[in-house]
């Protein structure tokens, strides 16, 4: 199930299976010269482009269940089901307009136990005439509130149309230092982790940082920067980078200028290409990061013994909201004694994803047993402030799942429908 079924470069559409990866539809696109790229999200590049978008990923650019054009799927019952125009024979149309007649299916999918998806069909992007990636350095934790506010008017306006990344500086510490330190392993010449953490320091500016993507007709793109510069720029240091302006600082920097900034640049080159549909493995070393040895690291999570675990909350994007989560999110990591690593997402211009991580040693029964504790915590006080987790684990479920909710009595009554002997994921999302 690992097929790359159809590619429109017409109407810019994949058709794929639930094995195809992100890195495979990537190098595709680019192999056939196609006029499009697919939207890439900062997980590995081996990881589904289905199973992402059944989970409603975030990708760089938008939204993955935005790009959902049509389903097929197994249910539980074993009836094969084509959502949209898909299930009429030959439709000229199944791809293009993904509403069909009658009841629109394809949103009942995502985070269901229902059935299984064989196949998507799902939207590309078109490649643009120009794109530039912008990196905020926010000078204070005191202009989060007010650069959150400054953004979410910009894209109210128009002028930002991609999802903006603002981390804090623990996500671009576990994040950057190992990339740091994997950047010199490459090359022949190890260096500690010390020196490692010492480099990426001397290039990390403030307290949280901001990445987003314009792209679009030049002349779009430098007034966005304009207008970007004017509304941000007051809160921190802004600088605009393309691809060939990444390469051709890495050459300068390695010939004259502080050690630092080149390797920084060496490193998280991968990174600055995500928003133009690259999709890399770099993110995945800060699973394992935090209780590594100084040996060469590994390339597979779970060849180490570094836990993770993630708390994804939904934040109103204005300023106030966003410092209240942020205060909560830290009260609850002091208590369990864990430094949270969190990344916000505007999703659009109302409210943002909040990616909020722990690392621990899974060796240690004692620190699996905090972090649990930690993420259950957390999860409970998103829900007393009304900040609503928008993905969660299975030993969660009960904490969003009332019983007594129509909503949930409703989605117990689909799955007798859909799935009537209960074979597809039980209790995944639902009161069954």
């Not at 269940?65 to 000229?92: C, I, M, Q, R, W």
């Not at 200028?257 to 920084?264: D, E, R």
């Not at 916000?344 to 990616?355: A, I, P, R, T, Y």
Request: glycine content about 8%; aromatic content about 8%; proline content about 6%.
């Amino acid at each position: 199930m690992n097929q790359i079924l159809d590619v429109n470069t017409t109407f810019g559409y994949a058709v794929v299976q639930p094995g195809v990866t992100q890195k495979q539809l990537s190098d595709h696109l680019r192999q056939m010269g196609a006029p499009f790229y697919m939207d890439v999200t900062g997980s590995g590049q081996d990881t589904s482009v289905i199973g992402n978008t059944m989970e409603r990923g975030v990708a760089y650019n938008s939204l993955r269940a935005d790009k959902l054009l049509g389903l097929e799927v197994v249910l539980g019952n074993g009836e094969v089901l084509k959502t949209g125009f898909g299930h009429y024979p030959n439709s000229k149309v199944a791809a293009l307009c993904k509403y069909g007649t009658g009841p629109a299916l394809d949103q009942v999918f995502p985070q269901s136990n229902y059935g299984i998806v064989v196949q998507a069909t799902v939207e590309l992007l078109p490649v643009p005439e120009y794109q530039s990636t912008f990196l905020l350095n926010i000078r204070d934790e005191a202009d989060l509130a007010p650069t959150v506010d400054a953004l979410r008017k910009l894209t109210q306006a128009g002028v930002l149309e991609s999802v903006v990344h603002i981390g804090n500086r623990r996500r671009s510490e576990v994040t950057m230092t190992p990339l740091m330190y994997r950047y010199f392993a490459d090359k022949g010449e190890p260096i500690s982790r010390e020196e490692a953490d010492r480099l990426v320091q001397a290039e990390l500016k403030g307290p949280w940082s901001a990445l987003g993507n314009l792209s679009g007709p030049k002349s779009h793109v430098k007034h966005a920067q304009r207008r970007l510069k004017a509304a941000v720029g007051k809160y921190g240091q802004i600088r605009f980078v393309t691809a060939a302006l990444v390469d051709f600082a890495i050459k300068a920097t390695g010939i004259v200028g502080p050690k630092s900034i080149n390797s920084f640049l060496n490193a998280s080159k991968a990174l600055l290409d995500l928003p133009r549909g690259l999709p890399t493995n770099a993110a995945l070393h800060s699973t394992y990061w935090p209780v590594a040895s100084d040996s060469p690291t590994p390339t597979e999570p779970d060849e180490t013994d570094g836990g993770m675990l993630f708390a994804a909350p939904i934040v109103p994007q204005d300023g106030a909201s966003v410092m209240e989560a942020i205060r909560a999110t830290d009260a609850v990591g002091d208590r369990h004694g864990f430094k949270m690593a969190v990344t916000l997402n505007m999703m659009h211009d109302k409210s943002l994803e909040g990616v909020v991580s722990i690392d621990f040693d899974r060796r240690d029964a004692d620190q699996c047993a905090k972090a649990k504790a930690c993420m259950k915590d957390l999860n409970q006080t998103y829900l007393d402030l009304s900040f609503n987790p928008y993905r969660i684990d299975i030993e969660s479920m009960p904490i969003i799942i009332d019983p007594e909710d129509t909503f949930w009595q409703t989605i117990r009554d689909l799955k007798q429908v859909f799935d009537p002997n209960n074979v597809i994921s039980p209790k995944r999302f639902n009161l069954i």
